[in-house]
T-cell receptor
Framework: TQLLEQSPQFLSIQEGENLTVYCNSSSVFSSLQWYRQEPGEGPVLLVTVVTGGEVKKLKRLTFQFGDARKDSSLHITAAQPGDTGLYLCAGPDSNYQLIWGAGTKLIIKP | KAGVTQTPRYLIKTRGQQVTLSCSPISGHRSVSWYQQTPGQGLQFLFEYFSETQRNKGNFPGRFSGRQFSNSRSEMNVSTLELGDSALYLC????????????FGQGTRLTVV
């Protein structure tokens, strides 16, 4: 069974600080996605990483896919209150159903 | 291009009742997946429909059912509601069968009292 473990579960930091959250598995994934979800809303796709070692940047957010395609990280530089939300990673299983991590709840304090 | 539309946004039902939720996918998307999200369990996959056929089903009791229409719109039904069914129900659409990237609606918040 493929599982995705996210860490930390919860992170609260001050505006302007940097942070990294992780998404780990013992299984290989063909791709991984990162989503951000705000309270009472559906998750919004941020990025998909496909190639081992791939790095993608979205403004202050940097996403990396591990060389072995078993893990991914999300780094936020100079966090802002608008970055607050639940960050979810997901990847397709062999039946092309998305497997989801439990998420990292991020709070950025002004 | 309109996004995924879920109706209603909020519902309050009594134990034992049944409920039907609706989802209209992005135009051109033929796959619709349903998820249940609760604080304790995270996102749990319910089922996926593609071309009016259930393609995959998660580990939920038979009280949870769904269907998809020829225009790709989908409905899910929960019968004999239990308190534990209180959750945010999310619908996601994608172009093809299988979900490699999901585009979600805003969800329906169901409260069972």
């Amino acid at each position: 069974t493929q599982l995705l473990e996210q860490s930390p579960q919860f992170l609260s930091i001050q505006e302007g600080e940097n942070l990294t959250v992780y998404c780990n598995s013992s299984s290989v994934f063909s791709s991984l996605q990162w989503y951000r979800q705000e309270p009472g809303e559906g998750p919004v796709l941020l990025v998909t990483v496909v190639t081992g070692g791939e790095v993608k940047k979205l403004k202050r957010l940097t996403f990396q896919f591990g060389d072995a395609r078993k893990d991914s990280s999300l780094h936020i530089t100079a966090a802002q209150p608008g970055d607050t939300g639940l960050y979810l990673c997901a990847g397709p299983d062999s039946n092309y159903q998305l497997i989801w991590g439990a998420g990292t709840k991020l709070i950025i304090k002004p | 291009k309109a996004g995924v539309t879920q109706t209603p946004r909020y519902l309050i039902k009594t134990r034992g009742q049944q409920v039907t939720l609706s989802c209209s996918p992005i135009s051109g998307h033929r796959s619709v997946s349903w998820y249940q999200q609760t604080p304790g369990q995270g996102l749990q996959f319910l089922f996926e429909y593609f071309s009016e056929t259930q393609r995959n089903k998660g580990n939920f009791p038979g009280r949870f059912s769904g269907r998809q229409f020829s225009n790709s719109r989908s409905e899910m039904n929960v019968s004999t509601l239990e308190l534990g069914d209180s959750a945010l129900y999310l619908c996601a659409s994608s172009r093809t069968a299988g979900v490699t990237e999901a585009f979600f609606g805003q969800g329906t918040r169901l409260t069972v009292v």
